[in-house]
């Protein structure tokens, strides 16, 4: 098994692109979410999904947008990059049963 | 501030345990993890323990809930320098499936 894969490992974006990160994953878990890890913040909530067709705001949802039409995809898309964006991505699955897979992460630079 | 929160830097050297500290607000957290996280890389799950216990060890870890307090550590027994990470807390709440973490804590190990 794979685990959670997220793509790109890194990007650098200028100010007002757009672009998608894109995460999978491979366990059948019901439920997916993005966190941001900034320096001295720890990680903060994005989005969630607790299953197909099913999302929801995190922590900090402004600029970020998702969808989750399959149960393995959980794309978190930026739809007009900005500086304040610069982060570290992470994307999560888990279950009841099962806890939290991380992903590697995602290293965005928004110029 | 936040929910959860940690002191951001310990500094221990090599063969002495380290402790950990993390504190939480929401009484009805159900189970409390520890995750480690090594430069550039994603989270990696050490141990995690269930509200309604008290200890729990594996190996070198050592973990303790004080549920009256709202206090959670994580001990290290014999840390070595590939012990040196940030370590996060998180919590997961009866209302959802979603983790709350803490700011992370930087563990140096000095040899």
């Known amino acids: 098994n794979a685990g959670v894969t997220q793509t790109p490992k890194f990007q650098v974006l200028k100010t007002g692109q757009s672009m998608t990160l894109q995460c999978a994953q491979d366990?059948?878990?019901?439920?997916m979410s993005w966190y941001r890890q900034d320096p001295g913040m720890g990680l903060r909530l994005i989005h969630y999904?607790?299953?197909?067709?099913?999302?929801d705001q995190g922590e900090v949802p402004n600029g970020y947008n998702v969808s989750r039409s399959t149960t393995e995809d959980f794309p978190l898309r930026l739809l007009s990059a900005a500086p304040s964006q610069t982060s570290v991505y992470f994307c999560?699955?888990?279950?009841?049963?099962?806890?939290?897979?991380f992903g590697s992460g995602t290293r965005l630079t928004v110029v | 501030g936040e929910d959860v929160e940690q002191s951001l830097f310990l500094s221990v050297r090599e063969g002495d345990s380290s402790v950990i500290n993390c504190t939480y607000t929401?009484?009805?957290?159900?189970?409390l993890y520890w995750y480690k996280q090594e430069p550039g890389a994603g989270l990696q799950l050490l141990t995690y323990?269930?509200?309604?216990?008290d200890m729990k060890q594996d190996q070198r870890l050592t973990v303790l809930l004080n549920k009256k307090d709202k206090h959670l550590s994580l001990r290290i027994a014999d840390t070595q320098t590939g012990d040196s990470a940030i370590y996060f807390c998180?919590?997961?709440?009866?209302?959802?499936?979603?983790?709350?973490f803490g700011g992370g804590t930087r563990l140096m190990v000095k040899p």
């Open positions: 998180a919590e997961i709440r009866n209302a959802g499936n979603m983790l709350t």
């Open positions: 366990m059948n878990h019901e439920y």
């Open positions: 999560a699955s888990s279950s009841v049963n099962y806890g939290y897979t």
């Open positions: 929401d009484s009805s957290s159900t189970y």
């Open positions: 323990i269930f509200s309604n216990m």
């Open positions: 999904s607790v299953g197909a067709g099913i999302t």
